[in-house]
């Protein structure tokens, strides 16, 4: 089975860009994975924020088009989100998300902290 970490998170300042990594581990089979990224605030549900097919086809949130951008490796077995232009509004834990033929692993969460 797929099991995700990811790392790279912290505090930046507003205007300032981050870029997350989530190493994946556990499949032969990483290339059939679609996997993604997805954000979630204290007490609030958890939001998609960009994804990216086995064939390398992305989709985005409306509130991050144009400022971030999700990327794979797969022969590492990785899985980037490079974020810029940061907003306070983007503060958040991020999580890794691969999803397979109905079967969905999580990574545990990074925080993100946008704040002068």
């Known amino acids: 089975q797929l099991q995700l970490v990811e790392s790279g998170g912290g505090l930046v300042q507003p205007g300032g860009s981050l870029r997350l990594s989530c190493a994946a581990s556990?499949?032969?089979?990483?290339?059939?994975?679609?996997m993604g990224w997805y954000r979630q605030v204290a007490g609030k549900q958890r939001d998609l924020v960009a994804t990216i097919t086995s064939g390398g086809n992305t989709n985005y949130a409306d509130s991050v088009k144009g400022r971030f951008t999700i990327s794979r490796d797969n022969v590492q077995k990785m899985v980037y989100l490079q974020m810029n232009s940061l907003k306070p509004e983007d503060t958040a834990v991020y999580y890794c998300?691969?999803?397979?033929?109905?079967?969905?692993?999580w990574g545990q969460g990074t925080q993100i902290t946008v704040s002068s």
């Open positions: 998300n691969g999803r397979m033929a109905g079967i969905q692993r």
């Open positions: 556990g499949s032969t089979a990483f290339t059939m994975w679609t």
